[in-house]
């Protein structure tokens, strides 16, 4: 790729052009206006008034280019180009990891930039960090592929709707959303979470799949159906976790300040331990703990720790209410 990293030639080129049959005017001279004007009173509303005669942050065409590319990179055979052969598989790899490591690195600096100016700091360290951090990006990419194949094969394992690890792969959505997670993750982790959030957020377009990449996720886990799943940013879950469609990992309350901000950054949701299936509807909310090898049933809502090995149903649930109430 070129230098060009905003992304906005590539968004123009995917959208088409019209051509009126006739002329029409659009008073597009005043319309402009009243909207430089509208950028001006936001920008000195919020402390902006500064203009920095370029793109300030980094930008989603770019990103969802560049994961599609890491996509292609980690499983070349599968999620690369159709015409790929084996014997090129490797140069592909390499070419494909080079534009986007490339790309990446001009998305990082962005975010860096951004956010050293709004601590008030110099922007001049950023250049240096950017490349480190890609580069430890790019050294965790097998540690990824083989976190990935371990959930590839948790999902053929735990559907026997799935033929092949291949199907999976191609067609699973919730494969697609852990990809992206896996991905967004380190990015998190390595104090990018603009980026990461980008990048989760491409993946939860395509998938109806919701996971903050603050989450922090084991080995083997595996999103059936997935659609409607929300996993909150610090969600824990553990090794051979199993989750289907509408599953929500929420927060049971907000905490405010004295001024009614609200905290940022505090744990306030649950933690999933190794071997626990949930099914199909269950909101479970709080920073609670559901035990090793627990299985929570369909359309439960919990908002306290259960220990291993519970089954918890709404029948389950509504016989403890009755007996609390007694």
């Known amino acids: ?3 060009k990293l905003d992304g906005q030639s590539q968004g123009r080129d995917e959208c088409p052009q019209e051509v009126p049959s006739a002329p029409v005017t659009w008073q597009l001279e005043q319309i402009v206006g009243e909207l430089r004007a509208a950028r001006t009173e936001w920008r000195v509303s919020t402390g902006r008034a500064r203009e920095l005669g370029s793109r300030e942050l980094p930008s989603r065409q770019a990103l969802k280019c560049i994961f599609s590319d890491l996509r292609g990179a980690l499983f070349p055979m599968r999620l690369g180009p159709s015409d790929l052969r084996l014997e090129s598989e490797d140069f592909y790899v390499g070419h494909t990891l080079n534009n986007a490591l490339n790309s990446l ?29 890609v580069r430890d990006f790019a050294a965790a990419l097998p540690q990824m592929r083989r976190l990935l194949d371990s959930d590839v094969t948790a999902a053929y394992a735990g559907d026997p ?29 390595a104090g990018l979470p603009l980026l990461a959030r ?16 603050g989450a922090q996720i084991g080995h083997s886990f595996f999103i059936d159906h997935g659609t409607g799943v929300v996993i909150g940013e610090t969600a824990i879950i553990g090794n051979h976790v199993r989750i289907y469609q509408a599953v929500t990992l929420g927060a049971k309350r907000f905490t405010a300040d004295e001024t009614g901000q ?4 505090r744990a ?3 933690i999933v331990e190794d071997d626990v299936v949930i099914y199909a509807g269950a909101t479970i909310l709080g920073r609670i ?35 609390d109430g007694a």
Do not use: F
């Not at 975010?111 to 922007?123: D, H, V």
């Not at 980008?198 to 990449?213: Q, R």
């Open 105 to 133: 690195l001009g998305q990082v600096r962005l975010e860096l930039r951004y956010a050293a100016r709004q601590r008030g700091e110099a922007e001049e360290g950023s250049d240096a960090d950017a490349v480190r951090i």
């Open 1 to 3: 790729m070129s230098d």
């Open 161 to 189: 709707a799935a033929r092949s690890v291949d199907e999976v792969l191609l067609c699973y959505p919730g494969i697609l959303a852990v990809i992206h997670h896996r991905l967004a993750h380190h990015l998190y982790a």
């Open 198 to 213: 980008i990048g989760a957020e491409i993946a939860h377009s395509a998938t109806g799949i919701d996971i903050h990449p």
């Open 289 to 323: 703990t559901i035990g090793q090898g627990s299985t929570i049933g369909g359309n439960v809502w919990l908002t306290r720790s259960i220990p291993p090995g519970s089954n918890i149903t709404q029948a389950s649930l509504q016989q403890t209410k009755n007996m």
């Open 268 to 270: 306030r949701h649950p």
């Open 262 to 265: 609200l905290h940022k950054g």
